[in-house]
């Protein structure tokens, strides 16, 4: 009897929709066996908390919560993000064995505590390291000058104290260290004007730092902010400004802060300047009528002086951007007599 070819490919297709389905646990596992161990250990270090229940040891790994494999072969884990769960205890060393890591996070994790394990410094691969709004403490390690690929460093909201390690300042491809609400002491490093790379912008604020900025720090130009508020800083920073700047944000406010801003200068780029609650004297520059993109200043509780130039956004601010100063008028003031 002759067969047709469409009966034929018909009962191809039926025998093949009636073999059993590869299910996920069937197909090749990605997940690196020495990564999944780690992984494990971490997770165990923690009290296996439910924020981690996806950590499964009969699945894949690159498919757990909080973390990622490269997405090509070798597929070794690199980013460990750990963020806003019911975690306590404190950084596990384990985190150290994961050598393909780039990104490292644990973030908002209130009952975190201790110190910040050494072990980090093995991983060499390592881009943006951010432990942050947690109850770590103890100082800001030195050897985090060792982790010559940061890009990003933001330690945070935490309870860090003791001084600001000058080795930051050899670390070649930072673009933005974060120190800020923290409690700690001693002044700013004048190797923070001398970075091995370009100057990172630098988040210094809620601290109980003390004395002069270091005047190395005028002779870089920072590309986009620094924040030094709510410190004790001291004496004269106008070194920080310039028309040739490109900075953007500068926020100096409640510090000791002492100079004449008469004689400042300020670029074309700044968009936001903070200087309230100082001792900062003489008059506004002319020069600041001309700042198009400035969009938000606060010259308050100063020893400031003399009529607020008229142009620009100056009059577009309320009056809380200037009052509390020694002789200030004109619009958004009362008028000078």
């Known amino acids: 009897m002759k067969i047709s070819a469409l009966f034929i490919l018909c009962l191809s297709l039926l025998l093949l929709l009636s073999l059993p389905y590869p299910s996920h646990s069937a197909t090749k596992e990605k997940c690196n066996p020495h990564d999944k161990k780690v992984l494990l250990q971490i997770k165990s270090a923690l009290n296996n908390p439910y924020h981690l229940a996806s950590w499964d040891p009969n699945t894949d790994c690159c498919h757990w919560y909080a973390m990622k494999c490269d997405y090509k072969p070798p597929y070794r884990v690199n980013q460990l993000t750990i963020f806003s769960g019911n975690i306590s205890g404190q950084i596990p060393d ?117 004395g002069p900025v270091p005047r190395s720090l005028g002779q870089v130009n920072f590309t986009f902010q620094i924040d ?26 409640r510090n000791l802060f002492k100079f004449n ?32 993109n400035l969009q938000f200043l606060n010259v308050s509780y100063n020893r400031l002086c003399g009529q607020i130039p008229v142009g620009g956004s100056l009059q577009s601010f309320d009056s809380t951007a200037y009052f509390h100063n020694r002789c200030l008028c004109g619009v958004p003031l009362p008028a000078c007599k």
Do not use: C
């Open 94 to 210: 384990a985190v150290g064995d994961l050598p393909y890591l780039e990104n490292l996070v644990f973030r908002k994790l209130t009952n975190l505590t201790g110190q910040i394990p050494r072990t980090i410094t093995k991983l060499s691969n390592l881009k943006m390291l951010s432990l942050s709004w947690t109850n770590l403490s103890g100082s800001v390690p030195v050897f985090l000058a060792e982790l010559r690929n940061l890009t990003f460093l933001d330690l945070s909201f935490n309870d860090l104290t003791g001084s600001i390690p000058p080795q930051l300042s050899e670390l070649p491809n930072l673009d933005a260290l974060h120190l800020d609400r923290n409690k700690l002491t001693g002044s700013i490093p004048e190797s923070f004007g001398m970075f091995k790379g370009k100057t990172p912008d630098l988040f210094l604020s809620h601290n109980q730092l003390t």
């Open 228 to 253: 030094f508020s709510r410190n004790k800083l001291e004496g004269d920073v106008s070194f920080l400004f310039g028309k040739n700047k490109t900075i953007y944000l500068v926020d100096l406010s």
């Open 261 to 292: 801003l008469s004689e400042v200068e300020f670029n074309d780029n700044l968009q936001y300047l903070d200087l309230n609650h100082n001792s900062i004297y003489g008059n506004l520059p002319e020069r600041m009528a001309q700042l198009n």
